[in-house]
């Protein structure tokens, strides 16, 4: 399993779910960090039509090109769904933010083989390794 800094240095593309509009919540604050610094982020939210100046998309199979990795910024409780929803679509790397946790979840990634982290912030690791992102993003 690839390293939280590996993670971030090979992806392009990143499917956020939980993606907020508002720009007091961390599931706002936080990908759009991450977006200055090169990547594309994906927003998935049922609720809104546009967040970062990209289309948002209702769900994880709503998305019609691959993503690099999916960040969840839902509720532990709603963390084994999304990893489920992550795995179905060919997620290569799965990313629940601070303190969300899923043992079901970690166990459904690892048995599929994908890498799996969770309470961790990726801006923090953005941050303490001062990553970019490493190319063109796809879609």
């Not at 289309?55 to 993503?67: E, G, K, Q, S």
Request: aromatic share 6%; net charge neutral; hydrophobic share 45%.
């Amino acid at each position: 399993m690839r390293t939280a800094e590996q993670i971030l240095r090979e992806a392009r593309t990143i499917a956020v779910v939980g993606a907020s509009r508002s720009r007091a919540k961390t599931a706002h604050a936080v990908p759009l960090q991450i977006q200055r610094h090169g990547w594309r982020i994906i927003p998935v939210n049922p609720y809104a039509d546009e967040i970062f100046g990209e289309r948002a998309y209702p769900t994880l199979a709503a998305i019609p090109f691959p993503v690099d990795l999916v960040n969840v910024f839902r509720p532990s409780a709603d963390a084994t769904q999304v990893v489920k929803d992550a795995l179905a679509i060919g997620a290569p790397a799965i990313w629940l933010q601070q303190d969300i946790h899923s043992p079901e979840g970690r166990a459904l990634a690892e048995a599929a083989g994908v890498d799996y982290l969770e309470n961790t912030c990726i801006a923090v690791v953005r941050a303490v390794h001062a990553l970019d992102a490493p190319g063109p993003a796809a879609g």
